[in-house]
DNA sequence: GGAGAAGATGAGCCTTTGCTCAGATCCTCG
DNA sequence: CGAGGATCTGAGCAAAGGCTCATCTTCTCC
């Protein structure tokens, strides 16, 4: 109970005039990113930020209301990034054939979560439950999509085709980020790749109308 | 580099001999479980855990060397409780029919993760990197059975039962902790374990080696 | 009964960390 | 040039929280 996404307006001090500010932001939020993505979100702290991004404590609160702010930002950036590789892995793929579509989309997918891993799980780990709401909102969006494409083939012939798409999604998601966090190396693996499409191959057959 | 899991030996201080002792490592294990659950990591600090428990701060660090041996514990915990369930629902599956067996299978992880759904999330978030070791161990586990259950079945004829099961274990895992934060109530939801069901037996079906 | 171990207490030390503020410095533009 | 806004600085405040330790109480067992 209470989920309530009390809404917090982005909570910038500042916005950035001069392209100094500007520059400072940016160095703000990557020098934050890179102490997220290799040592975990208690070691990014404000101070350990502005240090490393080579600015005072100072400027970093000038920009940024408080922590939670910049946390915020960070998986803004990092989901409008995830969010462009897969888009551009995705451009016409609708007019594919089904098993170069899955490849391509199993291909997209799993670029999508090499963007910055270790960013991707620290992430996950240090955004409260109230401030979610950015990641969820991607992934919402990625069933959708998905959805989508799926009702677009007649040739599934999908009696619930939001419904598969929730469980491919998900189901792949969870898949790579669990993979991504014991054994990262994997990845790259073709038998991996094989076995993901496979399971879209299959999930989609065994969800048709007549199965 | 450097996921060197420094072994901490569970350092626990003294062990309770007497049952009055036990009693108290109890107390504050469920004290800090329910804090857990509730109101998420941050809120379950050593003193907050010690007052809901009902003993001194002083009591508690008589069995725990520092907050983060209790967490162990608590991890610890929850895993053997999953375990216990998951392996209770799935005792002589071995002999069913595939589509019973499945159909028992997805109802077994579900109730699995329904122990303690919360308390599931928090530890997730919360353990940190070096510490999700428990976690780790017990879904290696897992993917190992459900392997060895899919190898012994011949009418499968799985090239890589061993693959099958990863994939299988982790997206089922993934779907279920996405759908538990987002959308816990769905998890009762007949339509999404039919989806299950079919994403199970289609990922099987379209592994066999001659497909 | 009583010695000694087990168990319990909680004030408070100490470190960490988020964040403020009073001012210095840099830029832009008339 | 110089006024005024934009930017930056960093010492340090205040709160939070992990944890210690000197001391007291309860239990066990001969």
């Known amino acids: 109970m209470?989920?309530?996404?009390?809404?917090?307006?982005?909570?910038r001090r500042r916005n950035p005039i001069q392209s100094r500010g500007q520059a400072t932001v940016d160095a703000i939020v990557e020098a934050a990113a890179q102490i997220l993505a290799r040592k975990g979100p208690?070691?990014?702290?404000?101070?350990?930020?502005?240090?490393?991004?080579g600015v005072s404590i100072g400027t970093l609160y000038q920009y940024f209301a408080d922590r939670d702010a910049l946390l915020q930002e960070i998986g803004r950036r990092h989901v409008a990034e995830m969010q462009a590789v897969l888009a551009g892995a995705l451009g016409g793929i609708d007019g594919l054939p089904l098993p170069e579509a899955v490849e391509r989309l199993v291909a997209a997918i799993v670029a999508s979560h090499r963007v910055a891993p270790r960013l991707h799980q620290a992430l996950h780990q240090s955004l409260a439950r109230d401030h979610l709401d950015t990641i969820d909102a991607f992934e919402v969006a990625v069933e959708a999509m998905v959805s989508r494409a799926l009702a677009g083939r007649d040739e599934l012939d999908l009696p619930a085709p939001?419904?598969?798409?929730?469980?491919?999604?998900r189901g792949l998601g969870g898949l790579i980020r669990t993979t991504l966090?014991?054994?990262?190396e994997r990845l790259d693996d073709p038998a991996l790749a094989r076995a993901m499409r496979a399971m879209i191959?299959?999930?989609l057959g065994e969800s048709r109308r007549d199965a």
């Open 201 to 203: 191959l299959g999930t």
């Open 181 to 184: 966090r014991r054994e990262p």
């Open 162 to 169: 939001e419904l598969t798409a929730t469980v491919l999604v």
């Open 2 to 11: 209470a989920t309530s996404a009390r809404k917090k307006p982005v909570k």
């Open 42 to 53: 208690t070691a990014a702290t404000t101070n350990a930020v502005a240090a490393r991004a």
